[in-house]
């Protein structure tokens, strides 16, 4: 952790500040706020776009639970952000439309050759997230892999904009080194 976590419950709030602390933990619930919320309110106002642009992109789209998770979990291995990448694979295959520890192995796999047990929509969510975040510019045959998968144009918005966030949340997760989890990569990453 590369900055203090701010005091839990935050003191010291500027005028409408608390607002903002209050809109945080209703999205969080019987989590109360999180090692990320303590960090990014040292600058409320960006906590609370954060807070917004979360609670659409992970609760107000039309995405199904595997898209959404597959897409997240990806990104977060590319970026190696380990917090996000442990918080979600859980979620990840929670989802009954996602086919276990199977196709866990798929999202993890450093180079994506073959969808394995993933579906088609479920393998092109996966090598849309994989390019958007290694190179951000995605190959016309890897972008038209969603259209022959069935997503929709609103299911793309809703991807690309996903993908993007979480691109610029793990980013910030590693860069401030948030929950200390840089140097605590899952296991199988040193095998």
Not at 75 to 95: D, F, I, M, R, Y
Request: proline share 6%.
């Amino acid at each position: 952790m590369r900055l203090n976590y701010v005091s839990n419950p935050p003191t010291g709030l500027e005028a409408g500040d608390e607002a903002i602390v209050e809109r945080i933990k209703a999205r969080r619930g019987t989590k109360g706020l999180i090692p990320l919320d303590l960090t990014l309110l040292h600058a409320p106002k960006v906590a609370d776009g954060c807070n917004a642009l979360f609670a659409a992109v992970r609760t107000k789209t039309s995405l199904t639970d595997d898209i959404l998770e597959i897409a997240i979990c990806r990104t977060c291995l590319v970026l190696g952000a380990w917090h996000e990448w442990n918080g979600h694979v859980p979620k990840l295959l929670a989802s009954t439309a996602f086919p276990g520890e199977g196709g866990l192995e798929i999202v993890k796999a450093v180079h994506l050759i073959s969808p394995g047990p993933l579906n088609a929509r479920q393998w092109a969510a996966l090598n849309y997230a994989d390019h958007m975040s290694r190179a951000v510019a995605v190959p016309n045959d890897v972008f038209e892999q969603l259209g022959k998968a069935s997503l929709s144009e609103k299911e793309i918005v809703e991807l690309t904009t996903l993908i993007g966030a979480y691109n610029m949340i793990g980013r910030v997760f590693v860069a401030l080194d948030i929950a200390d989890a840089n140097e605590k990569p899952p296991q199988w990453i040193a095998q």
